[in-house]
């Protein structure tokens, strides 16, 4: 089983339609976890970080399922600006070592 | 606001050249990571270091080194490049004690002819 393990996708929805997709991860020692933000071309950016249940800011949520070991990102109201592609990231606690899902690619269309 | 820099944003190299990838950050941070990201495969770390002088292997080091002699810069070298080293490579840095967040460099697009 892979550390991290993500949906590629494509996820190809409407705009304005809430999308949600999943990571799970292998690590049950794991205490924090991020949800990172690529543009076509760019680099990663942080979007949002998980360390409790979960987190929430504007249309975006992140969920965290301990006994499951996933974390969810749900986007409302989603806009043209949010195609880009999600890569979950799970560090390795107490180590340097931080590990990326493959990323799964979100496409908005008008 | 962090900054990671890249020497290069494109870069085509031959077969058999060594290259040299360097990346400097400004924030004094103490982990800096290099990745290489091919299409399907996501990010595959290179290298690591956790400070001056120090290293550690990631998941695919064969074919690559690395250079820390001073805090705010990170060398990634491929002794001999081949084709199949074609790729995105990103560096990151982070601070040590901090949020786990890693701050990316705009990345390197290397092609090996």
């Known amino acids: 089983r892979k550390e991290v393990e993500q949906d590629p996708g494509p996820f190809n929805v409407p705009e304005g339609a809430t999308v949600a997709f999943n990571c799970t991860y292998s690590?049950?020692?794991?205490?924090?976890f991020f949800w990172y933000r690529q543009d076509c071309r760019k680099e990663p950016k942080l979007l949002m970080s998980?360390?409790?249940s979960g987190n929430e800011d504007g249309r975006f949520t992140a969920q965290l399922n301990r006994a499951s070991q996933y974390i969810s990102l749900l986007i409302r109201d989603s806009k043209l600006s949010d195609s880009a592609t999600y890569l979950c990231?799970?560090?390795?606690?107490?180590?340097?070592?931080?590990?990326f899902g493959s990323g799964t690619r979100l496409s908005i269309r008008p | 606001d962090v900054k990671v820099t890249q020497s290069s944003r494109y870069l085509v190299k031959r077969t058999g050249e060594k290259v040299f990838l360097e990346c400097v950050q400004d924030?004094?941070?103490?982990?800096m990571f290099w990745y290489r990201q091919d299409p399907g495969l996501g990010l595959r770390l290179i290298y690591f270091?956790?400070?001056?002088?120090?290293?550690e292997k990631g998941d695919i080091p064969e074919g690559y080194s690395v250079s820390r002699e001073k805090k705010e810069r990170f060398s990634l070298i491929l002794e001999s490049a081949s084709t199949n080293q074609t790729s995105m490579y990103l560096c990151?840095?982070?601070?040590?004690?901090?949020?786990?967040?890693?701050?990316f460099g705009p990345g390197t697009r290397l092609t090996v002819t």
């Open positions: 990151a840095s982070r601070v040590v004690g901090g949020s786990y967040e890693q701050y």
């Open positions: 690590n049950s020692a794991s205490q924090s």
């Open positions: 998980v360390y409790s």
């Open positions: 990231v799970v560090p390795e606690e107490g180590a340097s070592k931080i590990i």
């Open positions: 924030m004094d941070h103490e982990n």
């Open positions: 270091s956790y400070d001056v002088k120090m290293k």
